[in-house]
């Protein structure tokens, strides 16, 4: 999932040819509030999970590695 994030990340959001790593911060490689309501609605989408307000935090979106333990996290949630 984190590669997947990582692809989204790069071509829908951030529209770029870098590549990023699963733990590198994706502050630092240009993601903004902005980036993160598009990759909200992003994850919902694909993976078909809602991301709680209260989880919009830069520790829960500050590398792919932590946004897909938080999407898993959710994904588990709600399949109960």
Do not use: C, Y
């Not at 699963?22 to 502050?27: E, H, I, M, V, Y």
């Not at 979106?61 to 946004?67: G, L, M, Q, R």
């Amino acid at each position: 999932m984190e590669h997947e994030l990582l692809d989204l990340i790069r071509t829908e959001i951030l529209d770029s040819t870098e590549p990023l790593t699963p733990q590198g911060d994706l502050f630092a490689a240009g993601l903004d509030s902005m980036g993160i309501m598009q990759l909200l609605l992003v994850i919902e989408d694909r993976f078909g999970v809602a991301i709680d307000p209260a989880d919009l935090s830069r520790a829960n979106f500050s590398t792919a590695e932590k946004i897909a333990t938080l999407v898993a996290e959710k994904q588990a949630t709600e399949s109960r």
